[in-house]
């Protein structure tokens, strides 16, 4: 009885060691690292912007699954006094493991200090059900400060 647990036991460890995405906990399944403003060339500009100023707000996702993924890219801009100015979003699908790193246009109208929320949110058959109510997050949202 001693050898069955043993050799059960070995295989239980073997098998979790072997799966990473055993680990992955829903909030896990996407990075998204180095959130910054950017230049139409895609070159990294100060978070001081002008007014009219057109900028791409962008980050770096990483699928950290061992399986395709579809997403959508949503970046919603509230004034200082928390209300949202601008929503956007792009759709598309990472590949296991791939890095992209979206970037959408906006624009300031008034001098005022931002806050820009990026989220990555599952648009997959299994995480969508079809309604934008019920998208399922792949990470947790971060967060840009700019002034202009």
Do not use: C
Not at 39 to 58: D, L, M, R, T, Y
Not at 106 to 116: E, G, L, Q, R
């Amino acid at each position: 009885m001693i050898q069955v647990s043993a050799i059960f036991g070995i295989i239980l460890v073997f098998t979790v060691l072997i799966n990473p995405a055993f680990a992955i906990t829903q909030l896990d399944r996407v990075d998204i690292t180095n959130p910054r403003l950017v230049n139409a060339f895609g070159s990294k500009i100060s978070e001081q912007v002008n007014v009219n100023q057109q900028v791409q707000i962008s980050a770096d996702i990483k699928n950290n699954q061992e399986k395709s993924q579809k997403f959508v890219y949503v970046v919603q801009i509230k004034n200082h006094d928390g209300i949202v100015v601008s929503l956007g979003w792009i759709s598309g699908s990472l590949n296991p493991g791939q890095t992209f790193s979206p970037a959408l246009s906006w624009t300031p109208k008034i001098s005022d200090a931002y806050t820009a929320e990026i989220f990555v949110w599952d648009v997959s058959e299994e995480g969508s059900n079809k309604s934008w109510q019920r998208l399922d997050a792949l990470a947790e949202h971060v967060i840009l400060k700019i002034t202009s």
